[in-house]
């Protein structure tokens, strides 16, 4: 179905990966790329998405990510990488002007093998970050970044000579005009030319130099002449290395090596070449004020891709595009663990004591910014708020056990300790539908048979408010701003309105220096934590 679609808007020119080179001319100008490129426009029709997105007096963030299972890696490094440049963004963002980021996902290719996604990055200061493409290959189970579509790094870099050959040769830039890192191919190819023409003239034709613009059958000998390790401050990664492109870590070592290449924002272009799209500002002669896209005919694009490469390129141009064709596993629901708060800046802010009646206040504080909580209720007081409890847990918010009316649990027996925590349990379970996965001792108050007891992940905190004791509301959000680092659990008790009014400022400040705001489970992962473990803070853990 998608495929025939895309095969009757296949032009002359866009089947020949050219669409954008001088005389060729899209048939429909609205849609400039969609013709001259395979990917697959829509989205998958049974594809969830999800959006975070906060707009304050000061700036405008938002993102949307596919979900595309429960947990599933994908989603998983998308959502990640997005919250990790909306971060960056609005650490950097200027005091004035209201700044936005938006970002986005394009799918690229979907097929049983690969899945491939551009990260669409719209940023009013045009100084953040930039587009790029994130692969799955579902046979490995692993998320790879754009480098893994090459066969080894002699390849990588013979596909950033072929993309100099065609910006020289059909946009006639010069040496001069090639964008970062491009010039440094340039000279390098030229280099090594250069070198092979002495060898030659010398006559000492029996060492063949491993030069990239033949980068096909070479593959030893280059341990004494080509890696002369001096790559420490080079930015881009020339002369090739020998990374395994494969592992997820090397290549992302590689790709950060070429930070700046236009491959980073590349597809495949119907005809199986690769189109890369760059700045236009960058390529003269392109007639796209937004982007243009540079085509590499599919031979040239052949002899680099890798394995995974092929796979992209079929599924990019023939994608049997179907979320249930696609093994995506269990049910792909709206909320979930998709952040990792390993990488991404997260902080848990947790409520004590309640619900209360400053509770559902707190509740649309939370949403102006889609912050997630957790609620360390009692369970005595969540029979007298069951539409609260109710609310909280539909908002996204993690409803967890804090006993049932806040007795000393190292003043009580093993067996008193259980059932206290299992009618507390019981109690929020019957509202909101599922038993609390973690529970907080109250006064913070524990010892070997609390630990043994409580069948439950025991959550304290890093930054304690003092909000029972001050109840000024201006004290204790100074007092979470001042203290919360990556990774910090803040405690603050919904039943004082003092701290229920600091709640505002506190969003405020810390959306500002990029936090984003999750419940515990997600903080510490569901792995991370064991009943009975005593858990302060992921980085100290
Ligand atoms: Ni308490």
Redesign the pocket.
């Known amino acids: 179905m998608i495929a025939t679609s895309l095969q009757r808007k296949v032009t002359v020119c866009s089947a020949l990966g050219l669409l954008l080179l001088p005389g060729c001319q899209a048939a429909d100008t609205t849609e400039p790329y969609a013709e001259a490129i395979g990917f697959i426009s829509a989205d998958l029709p049974d594809l969830h998405t999800r959006t975070v997105s906060v707009e304050t007096d000061h700036n405008t963030v938002s993102y949307r990510y596919p979900v595309l299972g429960e947990s599933h890696p994908l989603s998983i490094q998308v959502r990640t990488t997005m919250a990790e440049r909306q971060t960056a963004f609005l650490e950097e963002a200027p005091e004035g002007g209201s700044p936005e980021l938006t970002q986005d996902t394009e799918l690229l290719a979907a097929s049983a093998d690969v899945i491939g996604l551009r990260l669409n990055v719209v940023d009013s200061t045009a100084q953040g970050p930039r587009s790029s493409t994130l692969w799955y290959d579902a046979h490995g189970e692993q998320v790879l970044p754009w480098t893994s579509l090459f066969r080894d790094e002699q390849a990588l870099a013979q596909a950033h000579v072929n993309l100099v050959d065609v910006l020289r040769d059909e946009y006639e830039l010069t040496d001069e005009e090639l964008p970062d890192p491009l010039g440094e191919v340039a000279a390098y190819a030229e280099s090594l030319a250069a070198e092979e023409q002495t060898q030659e003239e010398e006559g000492r034709d029996t060492k063949k130099q491993p030069a990239p613009a033949d980068s096909s059958n070479d593959s030893k000998d280059s341990e004494d002449d080509g890696s002369d390790d001096s790559d420490g401050d080079e930015r881009a990664a020339l002369p090739p290395g020998e990374a395994d492109l494969t592992d997820p870590e090397q290549a992302q070592e590689v790709a950060d090596a070429w930070a700046d290449s236009p491959l980073a924002d590349l597809a495949f272009s119907t005809a199986g070449g690769l189109a890369v799209r760059m700045d236009p500002d960058q390529v003269p002669g392109s007639d796209n004020d937004d982007e243009a896209l540079v085509p590499i005919e599919p031979e040239m694009a052949e002899e680099t891709l890798s394995e995974l490469g092929y796979q992209a390129r079929d599924a990019a141009v023939h994608g049997n595009a179907s979320a249930e064709s696609l093994d995506l596993g269990p049910e792909a629901t709206t909320e979930g663990t998709t952040l990792d708060c390993a990488q991404a800046k997260c902080v848990a802010l947790t409520f ?2 309640g619900p209360g009646e400053h509770t559902e206040a707190l509740l649309d504080s939370l949403d102006d910014y889609q912050a997630k909580a957790t609620f ?1 209720v ?1 369970g005595s007081l969540v029979g007298e708020f069951p539409d609260v409890v109710e609310r909280t847990a539909a908002e996204g918010h993690e409803v967890a056990n ?1 006993t049932w009316k ?1 007795d000393d649990l190292a003043t009580m027996s093993d067996d008193a300790i259980r059932k206290d925590l299992q009618r507390t349990d019981d109690a929020i379970e019957e509202i909101t539908g599922e038993a609390p996965v973690t529970m ?1 001792p ?2 913070g108050s524990l010892n070997a048979t609390v630990r043994s007891a409580t069948g439950h992940p025991l959550i304290l905190w890093d930054v304690d408010t003092l909000d029972w004791q001050s109840r000024d509301t201006k004290a204790v959000s100074e007092h979470a701003l001042a203290e919360t680092r990556a990774g910090s659990v803040v405690l603050f ?1 919904d039943i004082h309105k003092s701290s229920v009014d600091a709640i505002p400022k506190v969003l405020a400040g810390l959306h500002e220096e990029g936090y984003h705001f999750v419940t515990v489970k997600d903080l510490f992962g569901l792995d991370g934590m064991e009943a009975g473990e005593v858990v302060t803070d992921a980085r100290l853990n």
Do not use: E, Q
């Open positions: 004590d004591d360390y009692l804090h806040h907080r109250p006064y008790h």
